[in-house]
């Protein structure tokens, strides 16, 4: 059983940045594909950006390419994700999600099995 729990959420005024942790503990993070999703009030979860277990593939939505960097410290047991240039629609609860490691990495939250119970990022204007 694998067990996540994020930290680093917060207010921040647009523009500014923010990073947030995901620590797991449980089984062997090394093999497992790591994910950033995020739900604001009255929408979806949606992907934000994963990594897989070795961290050489890292894909992004599009709302946030070039703006946020996920990455990963195996010995750790920890994924970050660095959000630059926030925006007031940034403004979610971010979740950290786990599965085992796969040949194509996922980006649908219902092919993670694991969570986080969420951090809030508030983006004001």
């Known amino acids: 059983q694998v067990q996540l729990v994020e930290s680093g959420g917060g207010l921040v005024q647009a523009g500014g940045s923010l990073r947030l942790s995901c620590a797991a503990s449980g089984g062997t993070f090394s093999s497992n594909d790591m994910g950033w999703f995020r739900q604001a009030p009255g929408k979806e979860r949606e992907f934000v950006a994963a990594?897989?277990?070795?961290?050489?593939?890292?894909p992004y939505a599009d709302s946030v390419k070039g703006r946020f960097t996920i990455s990963r410290d195996n010995a750790k047991n920890t994924v970050y994700l660095q959000m630059s240039s926030l925006r007031p629609d940034d403004t979610a609860v971010y979740y950290c999600?786990?599965?085992?490691?796969?040949?194509?990495?996922?980006?649908?939250?219902?092919?993670?099995?694991?969570w986080g119970q969420g951090t809030q990022v508030t983006v004001s204007s």
């Open positions: 999600a786990a599965r085992y490691r796969t040949i194509r990495i996922r980006t649908i939250p219902s092919d993670y099995n694991y």
């Open positions: 990594i897989n277990w070795s961290g050489s593939i890292t």
